[in-house]
């Protein structure tokens, strides 16, 4: 059994501040909404409820509170350099997204790129997903973990960290690889390429999770600022159920997918699909990696079962 892992209840002991989705929405106050209805439709996954009203009193605030964080670092280096008597080479502000298959973290990355690049401290922002540092599906063919894609050991971890240690260093220009979910593997000879932006956003499943051997770098250490999103197993549940229903409609009909195979099952075949892929990979990964992870994020989104964010939770300073 994994360990439980709680988050602190909202005390003068806790180290976050609980906020209600209320009183977080009272923060866009004089904030401008800068996304239409029709980029918000583009932005979101399948499945996604995202609309402009959540974008507006969730993630245009959040936004804010993470450019005032990347201009306060940048601003500190600045001062740190000068006090080396050092020339100032501030390196890019790094945020990481965490959280379950299906709970929407893809579709908040991509959001907090828009909205963060639309900041005037914050105008270059790059995002990368750590499905890029999946092992190939030849070699996780050998090595036996094909049925455990996603987990911690599916992934060359210490090519990920090589990655944010280079983006973190400064370097003019960082390659990372290139997943197709078409194709449902890594692209050979195809990458994606970081060009010391002033934010990078790397979203994934496992970004929080500790170091396999004590004392050995996390990915984790590497973050300026990190999210997790979070929801009750049940309704995660049902968003991947809808999600696999709607790929199966759509991208599973390709005829270069690999999940062609599915495009003509019947609904009930389908949910039944589902449930087994949820029950077998994505709930026991949740359950014994992920979830475990949340208390190590600055700042965690709660949602409810309708897809919409609830509560927010911020790590003191």
Known sequence: MPEETTLPAASAESLYREIDRTDWARLARGMDQPLTEAEVVQLRGLG???????????????????SLRASATKRLGAEESTFLGEPDETTPFVIGVAGSVAVGKSTIARLLRELLSRWPGT??????????FLYPNAELERRGLMDRKGFPESYDRRALIAFLTAVKSGAAEVHAPYYSHMRYDIVPDAHTSVHRPDVVIVEGLNVLQPPPVPHDVAVSDLFDFSIYVDAEPE?????????????????????????RVLADISDEEARERAAYYW???????LLENVLPTRHRASLVLRKGASHAVETVLLRKL
């Open 48 to 66: 996604d409820m995202l609309d402009v009203t959540e974008v507006r009193e969730v993630y245009v605030p959040l936004s804010r509170l993470l």
């Open 123 to 132: 105008p270059r922002v790059e995002l990368v997903t750590t499905d890029g």
């Open 235 to 259: 309704h995660i549940q049902g968003w991947y159920t809808d999600r696999f229903l709607a790929l199966r409609d759509a991208a599973f009909s390709n005829p270069n997918s690999f999940f």
């Open 279 to 285: 029950n077998s990979i994505n709930l026991p990964n």
